[in-house]
């Protein structure tokens, strides 16, 4: 499968009790990850992160299916067409 550019949005809504998971899994995936841009919102307990990936299809199943596993994270993702 041809590798593309994907955009994923990760929502996390507790941030004291998922974010170590969410970075260690992202770190796992660091070597396809072009940008990744987080907003936290400390007073919420929340956090936005933002990421530009470049993986086949399946791969961007895993990556995601493996972070919306993790309680209090939801995604989105989206593939660029060029």
Known sequence: MEKMYHTI???IYD???VFTKVG???HEYSDNISLRVGYP???KNT???FIIVTLTNDELGALSGKLGQINS???KSTS???
């Open 15 to 17: 941030r004291e009790a």
């Open 41 to 43: 919102v400390p007073e």
């Open 80 to 82: 660029l067409k060029f």
């Open 47 to 49: 956090s936005v992160i």
């Open 73 to 75: 994270v939801k995604v």
């Open 24 to 26: 260690e899994l992202l």
């Open 9 to 11: 949005t990760i929502t």
